[in-house]
């Protein structure tokens, strides 16, 4: 195992705080204000790290533990994600279900910590939140189906980076059905709109921010940092597989994976600023919808 | 009127002696006041008036289509009396409230519970309405609640992702206003009038004002009506353009969300420019008004006007431009006509579902007797119709706006009050930008309030949010709430 | 087309956020008149014109005694200016009110003529909260001029999250408690609760006359005389309701934000 294989790791560890920060600084601009400074999420991390926790008697320690597993959870999951051709830290055969198992593990643990504390508002962002993930997954599995029929079942790491632009040319269509599938499965699988409203202050249109109000103090910075992580893991699938060019030294492909990131986070913003939030019960229509140009990718790419 | 009625009409802002007001037993106050709303009437006010043995009821009813106001009483009793409820559900509220202050007990009222206060310690306390079953959940929001908003208790009853039924319990904004304006006016009465519903400080301040002036038998100057008009609509515009704002807000949408809340900032600088409080408070006076707006102020405001309504007649078609936001608009919290009808709606709820009730339209006085506006109706009664309803307003309250500033009258701002005959009651009716506000004051031997009922638009249109969440998904209990956007502490007091 | 117009609208008028505190403040309504001044050695002796005409009792003169104003009770209509013969109160047309003590707002002695601002918060806490502060907002018994008022610093003109601070739905996630509302009964449960979710270390900021003192309820039996009584508070910000920028002045300054700044 090469040393850059460290690389991805590590950048992600460092700068998927930006993420966020990025995608607030372009709403913002996009309405018209100044908007929070861009390195915002970073503060918010370090406050809450130095301040307590409030737990109410009616939760045990799934609750206290439901945080720091999901982050470690998602933190292992960056050892198989695919980033800018880069080797993976511990990529293998099939790895991609295992990035999805992981992902789908923070998740669980999120949601065994809502329904811990009996809340009923907790409760009911928890059951939506299953019901959404449960089908956005086929939609997940079906785009990575199609990009290991183009290149080869390898691990997710080697797929993405046997990626190039001319793959792009001979099967483009799929590929770009496949992208859209992906596009659809990360704004829901983060809780960006149109799925879910990660501003909203009303707690019976909550979806992922009703399972995380009785977190406070550290346990909410595992919180945050662990969904900002899960948002570069499933940005950077979409990104090598939309952006599939790694010239050559390693700093060149760190510093285009790097920007193709940070496009992706204005291009979140921006979707954002200009898409109204879909009603609940049109939500699983949407997946529906994401799953169906997954299995058309699909078709296409196996003739 | 066509047919006599029992009861004694009076014109909106005028008063009478409490004694020549018709006086029944209550059963047959109960039965005449049916009567009256069978035929075409509208409940205003139904509440007590403290007097051994118990208390009296009075009914302030309003025949739209005739432009009156009528009033009734019954003799001092104790004890109960036959539910008006049973027969008209718009009187629900009221009667609960008569139970709760004064003891008088309706019999046959379909949900006797206490309005304000709770039969515990927190108005959440008591028995709610529960539906059984196996897949039934009931959830409970507040008091405090996400956001910057005023603190109520929601209890749903759900299947799944669906409101079979909502019970609001409020009372938790109670500050014994009705019981400190009593034996008034004291110092500090028109800065309460003026916070019954911070965001209507004009509304409210206005039909308090129309109150005293009625019980004094004189007018405001003409002037001074002329300037109220004009602040109300100010009101009105600056709370529509909020509202649009936050709905937007509520789906997400932000280039009308940004917007809206930006030139909401300059309509309730407009008011400010007129009397330095950015919601009118010191502005309306028993009397008249405390601010001018000379001929160069007036047309500074002009001049900050129109780039605001150009300015939110622009948001407004973004927001009716995206499909996203009409898809979730539209057929979302639907209350039909006749439910609204029954209810008692008034104001943008009820224009919004199709009824034609609007009191500087039916019941003018002050400057609307001489300038109308033209009433805002949209059919329908879902989201869609009650967002309409509000650009429709601004429009014409925008309209209005630039043609009354081209023509003041001349004449003072202010006059002095004689002091309030006694013995006597005023009803006052105002057409806050949630709808009508209804102020009722009887005085003492010696001028001073025996009894002040207040009635916020709010007090009628709660029981039109808990229609409007049957039967949608509970998601979209935030877009109904806020498209009714109703006053907690107005209904609160 | 929205998205087209919307994106035409954003480059005519680019970014609409105020330049303050780094520009000077934006001004005050002519007609608002600002915080309040007391020279009570311009009292005429035995003269009292200004007590009777305060709606919420703020001002006192016992007997021979020095004019005293609360100005954490002052709902600021003026009437006192208007009814003094002496010019002993007259008004500053400063926006700048807040006070992390209460007796900071008490006017009259001599060296107290006009509010003593707030200071920055201590070393620790302004480490913490220096660039994020998460702010819970609970309406408690107020008209909701005040909340709606807090709502417009967070509109494009205002912006309150360039400066970090944001209000939060839950009282866990949350630094401190914006109190509204002079606290009514039925409320003091519920403000006690969530004032205890707040994970330490916590801040609370009084907002308005009411929370301060009571405001124009001051004295009713359904309602506390603020919250003052009921939870530590570190900063008032008086008014009825406060302008925004007052309430905007009253933050950054209690964060530091104000040190060296042109609009400070």
């Keep these: 195992m090469s040393w850059t294989a460290l690389i991805p790791p590590l950048l992600a560890l460092g700068f998927a705080p930006l993420l966020p920060g990025i995608i607030n600084r372009t709403k913002a601009k996009c309405a018209g204000r100044d908007g929070p400074p861009l390195r915002q999420a970073y503060f918010d991390l ?20 439901g945080p720091v597993l999901g982050l470690a959870a998602v933190i292992t999951a960056l050892a198989v994600a695919p980033w800018g051709g880069f080797p993976a830290l511990a990529g293998f055969r099939g790895d991609w279900v295992f990035l999805a198992c992981l992902l789908g593990l923070r998740r669980f643990l999120a949601v065994l910590a809502a329904l811990d504390t009996g809340s009923s508002c907790a409760g009911m962002g928890a059951s939506r939140a299953i019901h959404f993930s449960a089908l956005a997954e086929p939609a997940l599995f079906l785009a990575l189906a199609v990009v290991a029929r183009k290149t080869g079942p390898y691990s997710l790491a080697e797929m993405f980076a046997s990626l190039s632009p001319w793959h792009w040319v001979q099967s483009g269509s799929a590929l770009a059905l496949a992208a859209g599938a992906l596009f659809i499965v990360c704004l829901a699988d983060n809780s960006r709109l149109p799925v879910d409203d990660p501003d909203t202050q009303r707690e019976p249109a909550m979806i992922h ?4 109000l009785d977190h406070g103090g550290p346990d909410l910075a595992f919180l945050f ?8 893991v499933l940005g950077s699938v979409l990104v090598s597989l939309v952006f599939p060019v790694h010239p050559g030294p390693w700093w060149a492909d760190a510093l285009l994976a790097l920007g193709g990131m940070l496009a992706l986070a204005v291009v979140i913003g921006v979707v954002e600023s200009v898409m109204a939030r879909l009603r609940m019960l049109m939500v699983p229509q949407l997946l529906v919808g994401a799953t169906a140009l997954g299995v058309l990718a699909l078709l296409l790419i196996a003739r | 009127m066509s047919t006599p ?28 006041t049916a009567a009256e709303l069978g035929r075409g009437a509208r409940l205003c006010a139904w509440f007590g008036v403290p007097e051994p043995p118990g208390a009296r009821l009075a009914a302030v009813i309003a025949f739209d289509a005739d432009n009156t106001l009528a009033v009734a009483r019954s003799a001092p009793f104790s004890g109960s009396y036959p539910s008006l409820t049973a027969t008209h559900p718009q009187a629900h509220l009221f009667e609960r409230e008569v139970w709760e202050q004064h003891g008088l007990q309706p019999e046959g009222h379909p949900w006797l519970k206490p309005v304000r206060r709770g039969t515990g310690q927190a108005p959440a306390s008591g028995e709610f309405f529960r539906v059984d079953g196996r897949e039934i959940h009931e959830v409970a929001v507040g008091p405090v609640h996400a956001g910057i908003i005023e603190p109520g208790h929601f209890r749903f009853q759900c299947n799944g992702e669906e409101v079979l039924h909502l019970e609001i319990a409020l009372g938790y904004q109670h500050r014994g206003l009705e019981e400190a304006l009593a034996g008034g006016p004291h110092p500090a009465t028109l800065s309460q009038a003026e916070a019954i519903a911070g ?4 509304g409210h301040a206005t039909c308090h004002a129309m109150i005293l002036e009625a019980l004094a038998g004189a007018e405001a100057p003409l002037r001074a009506q002329w300037l109220r008009a004009l602040a109300l609509e100010l009101e009105r515009l600056a709370n529509h353009t909020g509202d649009l704002g936050a709905l937007a807000g509520d789906v997400a949408f932000l280039p009308t969300a940004a917007a809206c809340g930006k030139i909401r900032g300059d309509f309730l600088n407009l008011t400010a420019l007129i009397c330095g409080n950015r919601f009118g408070r010191g502005l309306v006076h028993p009397g008249g008004c405390r601010h001018d707006l000379e001929p160069a102020r007036a047309a500074a405001l002009l001049e900050k006007l129109r780039p605001a309504l150009r300015d939110v007649e622009e948001a407004i078609a973004w927001l009716w431009d995206a499909s996203s936001v009409r898809s979730r608009f539209e057929d979302t919290g639907t209350v039909f006509t006749e439910q609204a009808g029954a209810v008692g709606l008034v104001g943008v709820a009820g224009r919004a579902s199709g009824l034609v009730r609007d009191v500087r339209f039916d019941h003018p006085a002050g400057w609307h007797r001489f300038a109308q506006i033209p009433v805002a109706v949209w059919p329908g009664g879902d989201v869609f119709a009650r967002a309409k309803v509000r650009c429709l307003e601004i429009q014409r309250s925008g309209a209005y706006l630039e043609e009354q500033l081209a023509a003041p009258p001349e004449e003072g701002i202010r006059a002095g009050l004689e002091p309030a005959a006694p013995g006597t009651l005023a009803v006052a009716l105002v057409e806050g930008w949630r709808g009508e506000i209804c102020h009722a004051a009887l005085t003492d031997g010696a001028g001073r309030f025996r009894r002040y009922k207040i009635s916020d638009p709010s007090f009628h249109n709660w029981t039109g949010l808990a229609l409007a969440l049957r039967g949608q998904a509970i998601s979209d209990f935030p877009l109904c709430n806020k498209s009714f956007n109703l006053s907690y502490c107005g209904f609160d007091l | 087309m929205f998205a087209i117009d919307t994106i035409f609208h954003r480059l005519q008028r680019g970014c609409q956020t105020m330049r303050y505190p780094d520009g000077p403040a934006p001004a005050l309504p002519d007609r608002h008149g600002g915080g309040l001044r007391v020279d009570s050695a311009k009292c005429l002796p035995g003269c009292s014109d200004c007590v009777p005409v305060c709606p919420t009792r703020a001002i006192t003169r016992p007997g021979k005694g020095r004019l005293k104003l609360d100005l954490g009770n002052c709902i600021f209509c003026a009437a006192c200016v208007e009814a003094c013969p002496a010019k002993a109160i007259t008004q500053t047309g400063d926006h700048r009110l807040a006070a992390r003590r209460r007796e900071d707002l008490q006017l009259g002695p001599p060296g107290a003529e006009q509010v003593r601002l707030a200071a920055a918060l201590d070393g620790k806490l302004l480490r913490l909260f220096g660039r994020s502060l998460r702010l819970r907002q609970v309406s408690a018994g107020g008209c909701n001029a005040c909340e709606a008022d807090t709502n417009v610093l ?16 839950s009282p866990r996630h949350a630094d401190g408690l914006l109190i509204t ?54 900063l008032f910000i008086p008014g009825c309701p406060p302008h925004p920028l007052t309430i905007l002045d009253g933050l950054l300054r209690m964060l530091g934000k104000l040190e060296g700044k042109a609009g400070a």
Excluded at chain 3, 205 to 215: E, H, M, R, W, Y
């Design chain 2, 199 to 202: 965001d209507t400080t004009i």
């Design chain 1, 46 to 65: 370090w406050k809450l790290l130095h301040k307590g926790a409030v737990y109410s008697p009616t939760a045990s320690w799934v609750f206290r533990a």
């Design chain 1, 225 to 232: 940092y662990g969904a900002a992580l899960k948002l570069w």
């Design chain 2, 5 to 32: 009625s029992s009861f004694q009409f009076l014109p909106n802002g005028s008063s009478l002696p409490w004694a020549g007001i018709p006086e029944f037993p209550a059963a047959d106050l109960v039965q005449a």
């Design chain 3, 181 to 234: 509302g002079p606290v009514s009964r039925n409320m003091e449960l519920a403000l006690r609760k969530t004032y205890e979710a707040v994970p330490d270390p916590k801040l609370v900021i009084a907002l308005g006359a009411c929370a301060i003192a009571g405001g124009p309820f001051s004295g009713l039996p359904p309602v506390h005389h603020g919250a003052s009584g009921l939870v530590p508070v570190d």
């Design chain 3, 154 to 169: 967070g509109t494009i003109g205002w912006d309150l999250g360039r400066f970090g601070i944001q209000f939060v739905a």
């Design chain 1, 209 to 212: 921010e009703a399972m995380v």
